[in-house]
Structure formats: C-alpha cells, structure tokens
C-alpha cells in the first residue's frame, strides 16, 4: 500500500490538488503594496485593469436558499477572488462537483485555496482541473461519510486575473446532472437543487 | 543391497513423483546461474533402502553416458556450468554398503538446463488487453511456458492476473506466446517489478521447477486508463471520486480471511489489491477526461 494522504496528490499540469490559500494572499499583499502586477493582457493603454465580481444571486435574496452561488470574496488589482458558497443546509455532502465557463479572452483561472463548507483540508480531497480554455471542473471530495454545514459556507476559492477591460460572465454549467454542476449524498445519489439554485456572476475589468 | 531392478533408484522431481517418467529435471532457484555462465540441471530420487551412495551418471545421447559423479548417502545432485541449449540424459545407480553398483539404473532423466528470460517484446501492454509476446534467453524447451504471476503481490489473493492463452517455443532462445491482462491486473512499475518466467516442461511453477526468474522490470501493466471512469459515465469527475472515497483502505484479502465488503476491484485502479492514495492519484490524473472505447482524454 502506497500511504499517500487523500489530498496530497498531483494531477496532470492543469490539475491542482493542493493548498494555494497562502501564496495567494501573499501575491494579492504583494500587489497591494505595489509590487507585483506584471504580466497578462494589457488592453488598457499600459494600464492593468482593476478586476471585480458581481454575484448573480446576492446572499440575501431568495434565490440563495438551498443553493451553490459564486460570490466575491475580494479583489486585488487585477485579481478577484471568488467563494463557490454552499447553501444547502444540515445535508450530508458526499462529494460537489461542478463545471464552471468563462471568457478565456477576457479572465484567466489561477488558483484555488480551500474553503470549510465541505471539511478544508487534510481529509478532503480537491481537484481543479482547467479541462479547456474558459472551462474549469471542479471536484470536491469530502471524508467518508459525507460533511454538512449548519451555515452558508465557501466550498472553494478560486483566483481569477482579469485581461482586459470587458464584462464576463461566471457560469455553472449542465446544472443537477451527472458529470455537470451536481451535489450528490455519500452513497452516490444526485441531490438536484433546482432551477436557478446554481448561479455565477460576472467578472469585470475595468 | 541386491544387483536386482528393484533396486535402482528411481529418479524423480522433488514432492511430485507423478512426473518421475517426465523429464525429471530439477532446477533450483538458489542456483541461478549468472547470465554469463552456463546453465544448471538440478535432479532428486528416491532413497534405495540399504543404499550407502549413488552414482549420476550424464551425457548427451539417449542412454549413452559419457559422464558421471559419485555421490554418499545424498539423494540430489546439481550440475553446473553445462552449455546453454545443449539436451542432457541423466540416469543413476545405487551403491550398497560394499560398494557394488546396482544393475540397472534409474529411469531416464533428459532435459535442458534451468531456462533464463533475458527479454521480451513488447515490453508493456495495458490492463485488459490481449497481445502477443516474444521472449528471449536459453534453455527454453519445446513445452516452455511463459509465467508472469511470479512474486505477484496479488496473486495469492486474487489469484493471477496475466493469463497465458497459448505458448510456443521457436527455438532454444526464443518463446512466443499469447498472453491476456486482466481489466484488473497488477499495475507494475521499476520499482515494483513483474518477473517473467519461463517454466520448462511445463511444471507448475509452485514447485520451483523449470523455472527462470529475471530480477529486472521486464513487463510492465500499463493502468487502462478507461478504469479511472469508474462509473462509467464517459467522464472522469464525481460519482468516480465518491466511489472511491467509499472504498478506501478497503484491501482484497488474503485467504481464509473474510472478503472486505467494501474492496471492489473497479476502484482498485492499480491493481494492487488494496484501494488506497494510488488509486485516487490515477485517478485524479484523468480528472474532468472524457473516455470513450479507447481511453480517457483531456
């Protein structure tokens, strides 16, 4: 038996299975402080566009109840990071999946750090794979048994850079079905959450 | 001791006397020759009551011996450095307590000596498949059977995992067979490597008879890798990684312990005979794949 801890592992070079939370928040310090911010398109005249996120469903609105939305957790610069929240409450999650689509032009993935909704990490396993341009999956996998929270919680973060001054959109896609945008309980049944219960948002350069 | 037939020794294999009449050769792990030396024969008989020494009696020509050893009380012998390919008769007599030979000798022993693997062609095929293969090395006779279950982690558990359909010999250095990997078969890597044998006679290779072990990674079991759908919904995400979860740490078992309830050889994904972090590293490197009839791809 090979003792690699769930978690730990590696992918394919567009796979990621790793904890990125603090090389983010340094990058995003970094910039902050003026340094940094190279890189990527500029479209803008030599100036690096400032990046944004507008949810689609706010938490407060009725759209939110039982539902996974993408919602800002900050911006940097040209970076925005953005929550996948779980609100399905007081349910054992046996694994999420989801697939997310974007402008390849306009926005580019560049991390994720784990969120608590479904465990965090060690015990949970993460896999982001950019499978396309514009096309990110995502799978989390919780502990056996399954993980519930009590409260709206991020599932993941993702780090996304802006390259040029456009309005994108976030989508989940091929909601409630297998191989899509799904919750499924521990022993493997789908958990369809419902029309509209999976909702992204936009991301902007401005 | 008595000058009778009834006297003579009757060679025969160590624990399977049924093979006496059979080429009788013995050939003994521990005495592995080096691939540069000649190669060995190994033989075993039956006590003769009231026998105080043997004579092993060799040579190249059916009942023509040009060469011999006298031995004590010890009921086997081992020859060593013969040429490679070179066919040997080898029978053996009693001697009493004053010396004098028995009349007859023993039945015929004739054989090659022990077989060596040097190589083979292709060096790997993918869970699942069937395919032909051509072996290399000497000593290979005109029974030779191939044998890739040797120090398979699994095969005392699930049993073996690469199966031969059909074997031929070419020549005295060249073996060819038809060969199938089970969808569950032993991934093997350098560092857990998969020995080929060549099992002479075709003898069983539990006995230790025949065969010819190559310490080298000469085979490798590539992961299919459609198994990493383990769902087999076409893509690689989900369900697969849940059913993973729900198995692991599971292990096949080794008989007479109870089967574990929650082991299933599709989540096994290398094969091993335990669902563990290897498995959820193949499988998360096909992670989001789609697959098809021929594999998963990006």
Redesign the interface.
């Known amino acids: 038996?090979?003792?690699?801890?769930?978690g730990t592992?590696?992918?394919?070079p567009?796979?990621r299975?790793a904890l990125v939370l603090p090389a983010v928040l340094l990058s995003l310090w970094s910039m902050a402080c003026g340094g940094g911010g190279g890189g990527g398109d500029d479209h803008n005249g030599g100036v690096a566009p400032v990046a944004d996120f507008a949810p689609s469903c706010d938490t407060g609105a009725g759209c939110f109840a039982s539902s996974v939305t993408l919602q800002k957790r900050g911006v940097a610069g040209g970076l925005v990071l953005v929550d996948a929240v779980l609100n399905k409450l007081g349910t054992p999650i046996?694994?999420a999946?989801f697939v997310i689509h974007f402008d390849p032009s306009a926005v580019d993935y560049q991390s994720y750090a784990t969120g608590t909704a479904l465990g965090g990490s060690p015990g949970t396993?993460y896999?982001v794979?950019e499978?396309a341009p514009g096309e990110l999956?995502v799978?989390i996998?919780p502990?056996?048994g399954g993980m519930s929270t009590s409260t709206a919680k991020p599932m993941i973060t993702l780090t996304f850079a802006v390259l040029k001054i456009a309005v994108t959109g976030v989508t989940f896609e091929n909601t409630d079905i297998?191989?899509g945008s799904?919750l499924?309980d521990?022993a493997?049944t789908l958990m369809p959450l419902g029309a509209g219960a999976w909702s992204g948002g936009l991301i902007s350069g401005s | 001791m008595a000058r009778s037939n009834r006297h003579a020794p009757r060679a025969r294999l160590r624990l399977r006397s049924r093979e006496v009449a059979l080429a009788g050769l013995l050939v003994v792990a521990a005495l592995a020759p080096r691939a540069a030396e000649a190669g060995s024969l190994s033989l075993a008989w039956d006590a003769v009551a009231g026998a105080s020494g043997y004579r092993v009696y060799s040579g190249t020509s059916p009942g023509v011996y040009t060469g011999s050893v006298t031995l004590g009380a010890q009921t086997s012998y081992t020859f060593t450095n013969l040429p490679d390919c070179q066919t040997y008769y080898v029978a053996v007599k009693a001697i009493d307590s004053q010396g004098r030979l028995s009349a007859a000798y023993s039945n015929q022993i004739i054989g090659l000596p022990k077989p060596t693997v040097t190589g083979i062609t292709p060096t790997g095929s993918p869970q699942g498949s069937t395919l032909n293969v051509t072996i290399t090395g000497t000593n290979f006779d005109t029974q030779a059977r191939p044998d890739f279950n040797l120090l398979n982690p699994i095969e005392q558990s699930i049993g073996p995992d690469i199966a031969v359909n059909s074997s031929g010999s070419v020549s005295c250095t060249q073996l060819n067979a038809s060969i199938t990997l089970a969808p569950h078969a032993w991934v093997n890597d350098a560092t857990r490597p998969r020995v080929v044998a060549v099992v002479n006679q075709a003898r069983q290779a539990s006995d230790g008879n025949g065969i010819a072990g190559s310490a080298g990674d000469k085979f490798r079991v590539l992961f299919d890798t459609r198994r990493a759908d383990i769902?087999a919904?076409?893509?690689v995400?989900?369900?697969d990684?849940?059913?993973?979860?729900?198995a692991?740490g599971s292990?096949h078992g080794t008989p007479p312990l109870p089967p574990d309830p929650n082991y299933s050889a599709a989540v096994d994904l290398n094969g091993?005979g335990?669902v563990?972090?290897?498995d959820?590293?193949l499988l998360?490197?096909?992670?989001?794949?789609t697959c098809d009839a021929t594999g998963c791809h990006?």
């Open positions: 038996m090979n003792g690699r801890t769930p592992t590696r992918g394919t567009a796979t299975v046996g694994v999946s396993v896999t794979t499978s999956v799978t996998l502990p056996a297998l191989n799904a499924y521990p493997g | 769902d919904s076409g893509r995400m989900d369900r990684f849940l059913l993973w979860r729900n692991f292990a091993d335990i563990d972090g290897v959820l590293a998360v490197s096909k992670h989001a794949f990006p």
